[in-house]
């Protein structure tokens, strides 16, 4: 990878982390309150930042010829699989319960919240069990 293209990744998971703290979504008690739908505050933050990414790639697609970590723009075609919806609802289980995911675990880290090392224990765990399930499934 070219220098440019792991200063644009970083500078990305870096505004990601931010907005995710300042939004409070590194906090699992408010993920679990808006879960619950007891405090909608998230549903705003979601409804921004699905706005500001529709906008920005859209402008982002007419302004420049060609992306800084890919040779071209493409859609990336989605096939929806068993698999692929079995884990969703995995995921969904393990978000409601913990109020954590994978990025405001890791951002939460960020904010000196390290009891939330458990839960991403846990996330290595299950990522771990899956890819040794899929990889004795596939053989």
């Known amino acids: 990878m070219k220098p440019l293209q792991?200063?644009?990744?970083?500078?990305?998971?870096?505004?990601?982390?931010?907005?995710?703290?300042?939004?409070?979504?590194t906090q699992p008690e408010i993920v679990l309150s808006f879960l619950q739908l007891r405090d909608l505050g998230l549903l705003l933050v979601l409804g921004m930042a699905t706005g500001i990414t529709l906008i920005t790639y859209q402008l982002v697609k007419k302004s420049i010829k060609k992306p800084l970590v890919s040779k071209s723009f493409s859609p990336y075609p989605s096939i929806i699989r068993k698999d692929a919806i079995i884990g969703a609802v995995i995921f969904g289980i393990g978000w409601g319960i913990s109020g954590l995911c994978p990025g405001s675990a890791l951002a939460s880290i960020g904010i000196g919240n390290m009891p939330i090392l458990i839960g991403i224990g846990g996330m290595f765990l299950g990522a771990y069990v899956q890819g040794a399930y899929f990889s004795k499934k596939t053989s």
């Not at 990601?16 to 409070?24: D, K, P, Y």
């Open 6 to 25: 792991l200063v644009s990744i970083f500078l990305g998971g870096l505004l990601f982390g931010f907005g995710l703290a300042f939004s409070g979504m």
